[in-house]
C-alpha cells in the first residue's frame, strides 16, 4: 500500500524558516517523480515544485523560486522541501505527492499545516 | 499561464447525473485529470488521462475532453459523492494547473 506521511509543519513567523519531510513507503520511491501542492485556508490547490528521480532536476512555481528547495534521499525514501524567507501567503496545508505517468498526482499524503504569522 | 475554469457550484439530486466542465483554450489538446476532495481529507485521483480511472474508483465516474472543455461525469450520485472537484493539466509554460474547483451538493 502507498504511503505519504508529511511533517514538520508548524507556526512560523514571517521572514522564518521551515523544513519540511514527507516519508513515502510502498512503493519504489527511486522511480517516481514527486512534488509538493499547497493549499491555502479555504482555497484551491497550487502546485508547488517537483522533483525528478534521482533529483537532477527541479521545477517551482514562481512565487517560491529562490525562497523554496525541494529534495529527496532516495536512500531513505524521503522528500524534503525547505522554506526560507517565509510570507503570510504561503499560509497553507502543504501536500506531499507522487506523480504518474503522464504528469497527475496519484497518490497524496495527509498534507502538514504550514502557518505564517506574527 | 494557461488558466483552467471551473463553475464554483453544481446541485445535483440523488440518483441523478452531475457533470462538472473544466475549461481551457484547447485543453482537448492536453490530458487532464480529475481529484475528489472531501472537507478535511486530502485530494484523490478519480480519473486521469481524460477518461481512465485508477483501480478502486467507481464506474459511476467518468470524463471526457474535446476543444476547449473537459468534463466530470457522476452517474448516479450518492450521498457520499458530495465534495470539492478539481482538474488538472500539465502544461510547458505553466507546468502543473489546477482549475478553480467545483463545490458538488448532493440536494
Known amino acids: 500500500e502507498v504511503q505519504l506521511v508529511e511533517s514538520g509543519g508548524g507556526l512560523v513567523q514571517p521572514g522564518g524558516s521551515l523544513r519540511l519531510s514527507c516519508a513515502a513507503s510502498?512503493?519504489?520511491?527511486?522511480?517516481?517523480?514527486m512534488s509538493w501542492v499547497r493549499q491555502a485556508p479555504g482555497k484551491g490547490l497550487e502546485w508547488v515544485a517537483n522533483i525528478k528521480q534521482d533529483g537532477s532536476e527541479k521545477y517551482y512555481v514562481d512565487s517560491v523560486k529562490g525562497r523554496f528547495t525541494i529534495s529527496r534521499d532516495n536512500a531513505k525514501n524521503s522528500l524534503y522541501l525547505q522554506m526560507n524567507s517565509l510570507r503570510a501567503e504561503d499560509t497553507a496545508v502543504y501536500y506531499c505527492?507522487?506523480?504518474?505517468?503522464?504528469?497527475?498526482?496519484?497518490?497524496w499524503g495527509q498534507g502538514t499545516l504550514v502557518t505564517v504569522s506574527s | 499561464s494557461y488558466v483552467l475554469t471551473q463553475p464554483p457550484s453544481v446541485s445535483v439530486a440523488p440518483g441523478q447525473t452531475a457533470r462538472i466542465t473544466c475549461g481551457g483554450n484547447?485543453?482537448?489538446?492536453?490530458?487532464v485529470h480529475w481529484y475528489q476532495q472531501k472537507p478535511g481529507q486530502a485530494p484523490v485521483l478519480v480519473v486521469y488521462d481524460d477518461s481512465d480511472r485508477p483501480s478502486g474508483i467507481p464506474e459511476r465516474f467518468s470524463g471526457s475532453n474535446s476543444g476547449n472543455t473537459a468534463t466530470l461525469t457522476i452517474s448516479r450520485v450518492e450521498a457520499g459523492d458530495e465534495a470539492d472537484y478539481y482538474c488538472q493539466v500539465w502544461d510547458s509554460s505553466s507546468d502543473y494547473v489546477f482549475g478553480t474547483g467545483t463545490k458538488v451538493t448532493v440536494l
Open positions: 510502498g512503493f519504489t520511491f527511486s522511480s517516481y517523480w
Open positions: 484547447n485543453i482537448g489538446s492536453k490530458s
Open positions: 505527492a507522487r506523480v504518474g505517468g503522464s504528469s497527475h498526482f496519484d497518490y
